[in-house]
Each structure stands twice: as C-alpha cells, then as structure tokens.
C-alpha cells in the first residue's frame, strides 16, 4: 500500500537508542531509510527489532571518497538524520553548512545530549542525565528517599526520538511550499524540560517549589499510588476525580474517606495506612477480578511476559514476532494508528552492511569499483 512517506528517502547515520528509534518510527511509516555505519563500527546494526524496514550501508565518511558517496546518495535523498557529539559532523566535512551548498532541499535532523550550542554543548551525558539536569529525575521517587532511576529512556525517546520526529515531519511539510530544506536541533535536555508541565503548572499556581513524592500525582495522597498486594504483586490506583475516589471507597465500606480525599496531616496517613493493609489480603489477579469492572481507575504492574499476553495489548497487535538474527522474536509494534495508511513491518533487520553492493550499483558502481572500495576500507 502506498503511504504519504513512501516517496521520501532518509540516510540515517544515528547509532544509540534516539535516533534508531526516530528512524524506526519514520520507516514502519513507510519512508525508505537507510542506515549508513562505519566498516568496522561494532554496533552493527544496533538493536535488531530497531532496523527492520530499513537498508544497511557501511560507509567510511573519514575518507574523500566516503564523503563523495554520501554526496552521491544525498542527490536522492531528503532527510539526513545524525546523532553524533556536536562538532564531529563538521570535522568530518558532512555538517548541515557543507552538505545543504550541494544539496539546498536536504532537511538535516541532529539529535545530541544538550543541543548543538550553549555552555552544555559538548558535555557527554546519558539519559539519566538529562533527566536530572531537566528536573524530572526530582520528582520520580517517595518523599525523603533518593531519586529512582525510571527503567524506560524517557530522554531518549520522548526529549529525542519523538521531538525528531516531529521536526522531520514538519520540515518536510514546510518544503512543499518553500523549496528548501533546512536543519533541525534536537537536544534532549530541551525535550526533557518540555516535559515538565504538571510541575510547572504547581509552581505558577502555589508558588512554591514541587517536591518529590508531595504532589497529587506523585504518590502522597491514597487515591493515586501503587499498592502491594498478598503475592508480593503491585497494582496502581489512580483516582484522581472525586467521582472515582468515592467508588474506590464506597467498595472498601469507608465512605467516611469519600471527602478527604486531599487530607493531610494523620488523616492522610491512617487512609493511607488503611488501603495498604487491605490491598495486602488479596493477591493481584484476585483484585484485578474483582475490581476490574468498576470505575475507579486501576490497573495492574505488569511484567513483561504480562504485557506479552495482555488481552488490551494483543488486540492492538502491539507485540509482533518478527525473524531476528537469532530465529523469531517478540517485538513492539508502531504504536500509531491510521485509518487509510497504517504503518506495516515490510523487512527485517537487515545484515550489517549487507545493502552496500546494491546501493553502490544504484549509483554506477561496477563490480570491480565496489570490489576496490571494500578493499581500500571505503565500505
């Protein structure tokens, strides 16, 4: 089925986790991508369910002839994606300045830690570190107790992954009427601050500053927390709206609670006391059964295999099974929904590097020229 982004052509020269992930999203979308690595980058093609719809190239741009490649193959392309430190691209001769004299149209997507200017511009960081330095770290985690390490990349994928993604997308957009191509600097600290709307929103209207594990939505309050259950399980309560809370409490025969809901001070703390100690008499399947049905919000912490098998989530065709380099293997699916062109899985992971012979011959290569590259380390 053709798709908006079929006509589109993206050299991806991103490694890590950001801009795969971004290249992924565009590619399940149906934009041609391929991925260009150096000969010998040990990453290979990354993380394997991360480089399905996509093309492998290897291609060393430290080399004249590297560069005059990538020229080549730019003259057919749209978006060129990179996730290097600021300044390598320039050294390297294929920054947006150099490569947009030749190629005016190119939309030049960069993804780094702190964007490409600023006194932060050439720290090295990872996720974790943009999430402190953009303030989310300080509000995952109980009152008086340490910072917790969210377990999913949330700089990456939300502050890199998915801010590209957008960029790319507009850009191309803003082509079709002007005719050129421009540059976008995704820094994930910048998608990280974005991310900070809850907080700030506290801030403005109280005052004072938010703190951990304080707030409505951070765990203090009995009507939005996580509660262990008798098989050492946890479930999530979430509610938030009065009309929620009072089913939560009406089931449980404490209708006393129903209006102190924002208590604090020993009120806070016997509610508090009083839902613990009931979510421990019953396992988590038996909650789930028997409040599963009633409209209070609540859900289960899933592992893994639990989201594996969860009904919701095999419905929506959410994990797929795809060939892997290791025999088949559960992946996730795009999680975007069209009505007239959905996103599809059409290849897998590619071999590494294993696309080099047929996009040179694309290009005029013959046999013995693609034959001389290889062995000059070019590819």
Not at 192 to 214: C, D, E, F, I, K
Not at 338 to 364: E, M, N, Y
Request: glycine share 12%; charged share 20%.
């Amino acid at each position: 089925m053709a798709t908006p982004l079929g006509k589109y052509r993206m050299l991806d020269l991103s490694r890590q986790l950001p801009g795969p992930f971004c290249s992924t999203m565009l590619g399940d979308l149906g934009m041609d991508v391929l991925t260009i690595a150096a000969p010998t980058d040990p990453f290979g093609v990354g993380i394997p369910f991360l480089a399905r719809n996509k093309r492998s190239m290897t291609l060393n741009l430290k080399s004249a002839a590297g560069r005059e490649i990538l020229h080549r193959l730019l003259d057919d392309a749209d978006v060129l994606l990179e996730g290097f430190r600021p300044g390598v691209t320039a050294r390297l001769g294929v920054d947006y300045p150099t490569l947009a004299v030749r190629h005016p149209r190119l939309i030049y997507c960069s993804i780094s830690g702190y964007g490409q200017d600023g006194p932060y511009r050439d720290k090295v960081g990872h996720d974790v570190n943009y999430l402190g330095y953009g303030g989310v770290l300080n509000f995952i985690g109980e009152q008086d107790q340490p910072p917790v390490i969210p377990g999913v990349q949330i700089a990456d994928i939300g502050g890199g992954s998915l801010m590209a993604t957008i960029g790319i997308l507009t850009a191309l957009l803003a082509r079709e009427s002007t005719g050129r191509g421009q540059s976008i600097d995704i820094g994930m600290l910048d998608g990280v601050v974005a991310w900070n709307v809850y907080h700030m929103l506290l801030h403005q209207l109280s005052g004072r500053l938010p703190g951990r594990g304080t707030e409505q939505l951070t765990g203090r309050h009995a009507c939005y927390a996580v509660y262990q259950t008798r098989d050492d399980r946890y479930l999530t309560i979430g509610a938030y709206e009065g009309h929620f809370w009072a089913t939560l409490c009406r089931h449980f025969g404490r209708e006393d609670y129903i209006h102190e809901q924002w208590t604090d001070g020993e009120k806070r703390e016997e509610i508090l006391r009083f839902f613990r100690a009931a979510f421990r008499e019953k396992t988590l399947a038996a909650w789930m059964a028997e409040l599963g049905g009633l409209d209070i919000c609540v859900g289960p912490v899933s592992t893994l295999d639990d989201v594996y098998a969860d009904p919701q989530v095999r419905h929506r065709g959410m994990i797929v099974e795809v060939d892997g380099p290791f025999g088949p293997q559960r992946v996730p699916a795009s999680p975007i929904r069209l009505s007239d062109t959905p996103p599809s899985l059409r290849t897998p992971p590619p071999v590494f590097g294993g696309d080099s012979d047929a996009v040179l011959a694309s290009l005029g290569f013959a046999a013995a020229d693609v034959a001389r590259l290889r062995g000059e380390g070019i590819v």
